[in-house]
């Protein structure tokens, strides 16, 4: 696709249910990443991966959360039992290879998650 | 522990006025990224400094790395609506650039017609 595409654009769920986000990064992007931003604020890295393989995960706020990727394409963000505070705007993002700082990251719109 | 601070948290300026935000750190970073974020999206990469008190222009938009790593600057002249938006800075460590950055705490800009 022309940019990264995040599904669903907003969630909103129940204390306790089960979550899936989506994203679809650009083709031909090695590197996808995972982060958090709540309202208004910078945001919190949650998970990396280069291929599918994910050497980062010490981002990830606790053992509800999970993220796989597969084909090195789609990557899909699981929150299990979700909690009021796993309220936010969850981004992905992704480029052509992890680099040395200069390589550019291109973000999807991200998914407005909202636990009531 | 916030690594990156950002300073103002929100400007509300005229269109026209000239306006400078920060980003501070104790710690040093290989390289330092701003993005504009404008609401319902993601953010957007503006530009990439890497070498100690490198400066790089980006229209009526100047960025600067501090000489020691650790600080940066972003200055905006004759100020426009279409500046307005959450500015981030985001920076880098280690070898590997991208894996983890860290991002500011942002400043909200609003440019008021």
């Known amino acids: 696709g022309a940019g990264v595409s995040q599904s669903p654009s907003n969630k909103v769920t129940e204390k306790g249910k089960d979550v899936e986000l989506r994203c679809d990064p650009i083709?031909?992007?090695?590197?996808l990443y995972w982060y958090r931003q709540s309202l208004g604020q910078g945001l919190e890295f949650l998970i990396y991966f280069q291929g599918n393989s994910a050497p980062d995960k010490s981002g990830l706020p606790s053992d509800r959360f999970s993220a796989e990727r597969t084909g090195g394409s789609v990557s899909t963000l699981t929150i299990q039992r979700t909690q009021q505070e796993d309220s936010a705007v969850y981004l992905c993002?992704?480029?052509?290879?992890?680099?040395?700082?200069?390589?550019?990251?291109?973000f999807g719109s991200g998914t407005q998650l909202s636990v009531l | 522990t916030q690594l990156l601070e950002q300073s103002p948290q929100f400007l509300s300026i005229q269109e026209g006025e000239n306006l400078t935000v920060y980003c501070n750190s104790s710690?040093?970073?290989?390289?330092l990224q701003w993005y504009r974020q404008e609401p319902g999206e993601g953010p957007v990469l503006l530009v990439t400094?890497?070498?100690?008190?490198e400066v790089k222009k980006l229209k009526r938009l100047t960025f600067q790395f501090g000489d020691a790593r650790k600080d940066s600057s972003l200055h905006i002249t004759a100020a426009q609506p279409g500046d307005t938006g959450l500015y981030l800075c985001?920076?880098?460590?280690?070898?590997?650039?991208?894996?983890?950055?860290?991002f500011g705490t942002g400043t909200r800009l609003t440019i008021i017609p």
């Open positions: 083709s031909g992007h090695t590197a």
């Open positions: 400094v890497v070498t100690g008190g």
């Open positions: 985001a920076g880098a460590r280690g070898d590997f650039g991208n894996e983890k950055l860290t």
């Open positions: 710690s040093v970073f290989s390289s």
């Open positions: 993002a992704s480029s052509l290879a992890p680099g040395r700082g200069s390589e550019k990251l291109f």
